[in-house]
């Protein structure tokens, strides 16, 4: 499984960001993490691989959304109200091989392919 992160970039408080994740062979639970300066890497927020279920961190819900399109192999976060503390880098991630549709883990440990991350930087 090869990730390819993309969107990134230097934005202000308040203003919005999608994030693109290019997956070869996309028959996996996806997710996105993030890891601050100084910090550990956290989760974001996670998608089943029919795009039936998806699961968010609390920090983001209601500002954040994943979404899917399993024809052009991408996934997407869409990224409202950004603030200063949502600077990270950011991973996109596909979980192991594993048949249940409606399956959207939250656990790093699921997740078995990471992409190169790509840098979010949200000034005040």
């Known amino acids: 499984v090869q990730l390819q992160a993309s969107g990134g970039g230097l934005v202000q408080t308040g203003d919005s960001l999608r994030l693109s994740c290019t997956v070869f062979?996309?028959?996996?639970?996806m997710a996105w993490f993030r890891q601050a300066p100084g910090k550990e890497r956290e989760f974001v927020a996670s998608?089943?691989?029919?795009?039936?279920?998806?699961s968010y961190s609390d920090s983001v819900k209601g500002r954040f959304t994943i979404s899917r399109d399993n024809a052009k192999g991408t996934v997407y976060l869409q990224m409202n109200t950004l603030k200063p503390e949502d600077t990270a880098v950011y991973y996109c991630?596909?979980?192991?091989?594993?048949?249940?549709?409606?399956?959207?883990?939250?656990?790093?440990?699921?997740?078995?392919?990471w992409g190169q991350g790509t840098q979010v930087t949200v000034s005040s």
């Open positions: 991630a596909a979980a192991s091989a594993n048949p249940r549709t409606f399956w959207a883990p939250v656990q790093e440990t699921s997740y078995v392919a």
């Open positions: 998608i089943s691989r029919r795009g039936g279920v998806t």
């Open positions: 062979a996309l028959d996996r639970a």
